[in-house]
């Protein structure tokens, strides 16, 4: 290997990366964001050579005296954004929030309600990831497939069937605020914790929509940071004023040392700056998101697309689905709108079931529109979208060079 090829190849690709999809490309990705020009400048600092184990100012190292001060700032900004009394900013991803949480408030052979797969679930949710980490057996939510959401009479009967430790809502497909508040009560008789996975939804929960979980009786909320949250890559958790403090106590230590040691000291300056942009224009941007998800839904369907929940007016979220079998499949079209610089994913449909055959090509595709609306595309740029997906998906143009030239108008990042 001739290693000095080896890294200005590295860099060269880098480059290329970064012109492409900051450039070149329309993110529609459900799952992804960009950071401001000053959250950027944040992330490159001495921080990122540092090291932390514990709890700000019960540090387990030295010369962390600073860093304490800007996590516990940090801590405050996002309590105060999210209205909530206890915070931990450790976790490194969504899905290790999600496994503190389990480890924290459950005992292996202990009963979850989640979305299934399928329905929307992330797969941190189920046993064929974290819950079979932490010995729990998980049941799905029973679902109506016409509201597209979460069947709470059948829950109801669930709950008192299977007596489940955690009810866990919160989704990866994620159309419609679930019915927290009207099924908090009964999962609370039966001595259930109600957690909420926000990871899709928590930047429009931090401009007041979609849904505010622990005010309708969440005691504990997960999530990731860089989705809807326009933040850094990683995890946080919540706890609402229903939750105890033996029950927070007991995730903390299992945050650390079961799941984290140093817990990425230069995220936290661009976690904190998120959150203060978040609490300047998060009402505007999640107004604006919304909005343009409803457009692009709008404008698909008039295409000819089979979007989801035409009834209900197809999304109160980010997120637009689209089931896509008749046009070869979600891996099809996803792979065919990347050749065209368009870059979304697969995805299964609610109801859909899991073979062989659909694994790698399930009926669906997922849309996001949160990274496009924050690089200031509103109702106009979402009827152009559709149109250039109805080009390359229908009538098989390619429409790459279009992508690229439109795209040119939208590299700026607004609410910041």
């Known amino acids: 290997m001739d290693e000095t090829k080896t890294i200005n190849k590295i860099n060269e690709l880098l480059e290329e990366h970064n012109v492409w999809r900051k450039k070149e490309c329309l993110n529609l990705i459900a799952s992804e964001n960009v950071t401001s020009p000053e959250a950027d400048r944040l992330s490159v600092s001495d921080l990122s050579h540092r090291y932390a184990e514990g709890k700000p100012f019960h540090r387990h190292y030295q010369g962390l005296g600073f860093v304490d001060e800007i996590e516990a700032l940090t801590q405050d900004l996002m309590k105060n954004l999210f209205r909530a009394k206890k915070v931990d900013l450790r976790v490194l991803s969504g899905t290790l929030a999600n496994a503190a949480v389990f480890k924290g408030i459950t005992n292996r052979g202990d009963n979850i309600i989640s979305s299934s797969i399928p329905n929307g679930g992330h797969v941190s949710h189920t046993q064929h990831g974290i819950c079979d980490v932490v010995g729990l057996t998980d049941y799905a939510f029973p679902f109506d497939y016409d509201e597209m959401n979460i069947d709470v009479d059948k829950t109801i009967k669930l709950i008192e069937e299977k007596n489940p430790k955690i009810l866990l809502f919160g989704a990866s497909l994620f159309l419609f605020p679930h019915p927290v508040e009207e099924l908090a009560d009964t999962a609370k008789s039966h001595d259930a ?56 106590k007991n995730i903390e230590n299992a945050i650390f040392p079961y799941f984290v040691c140093n817990h990425h ?46 009834h209900k007016g197809f999304t109160q979220s980010h997120q637009v689905v689209l089931n896509v079998e008749k046009n070869g499949g979600g891996k099809t079209v996803a792979e065919l709108l990347e050749k065209n610089n368009i870059i979304l994913n697969k995805n299964f449909l609610p109801g859909e079931k899991i073979t062989k055959e659909n694994m790698n090509n399930p009926a669906g595709i997922r849309i996001g529109v ?35 030239e439109f795209r040119k108008n939208y590299t700026e990042v607004g609410f910041c």
């Open 193 to 248: 914790y109600v957690m909420y996975d926000a990871a899709h939804v928590l930047g429009l929960i931090a401009g007041g929509r979609f849904q505010d979980p622990l005010k309708e009786g969440a005691d504990v909320m997960s999530s990731s940071t860089h989705k809807t949250f326009f933040g850094p890559q990683g995890g946080i958790i919540f706890g609402g004023d229903s939750l105890g403090d033996e029950e927070w």
């Open 265 to 310: 000291l230069h995220r936290l300056p661009v976690l904190a700056q998120a959150a203060y942009e978040l609490s300047q224009y998060g009402s505007d941007y999640a107004d604006q998101t919304i909005k343009n998800a409803k457009t692009l839904a709008e404008e698909l369907h008039t295409f000819g697309f089979d979007c989801l929940a035409e």
């Open 370 to 404: 949160q990274e496009m609306t924050r690089c200031k595309m509103k109702a106009d740029e979402m009827k152009h979208i559709a149109e250039l997906i109805k080009k390359a998906v229908v009538d098989k143009k390619d429409v790459k060079a279009e992508v690229v």
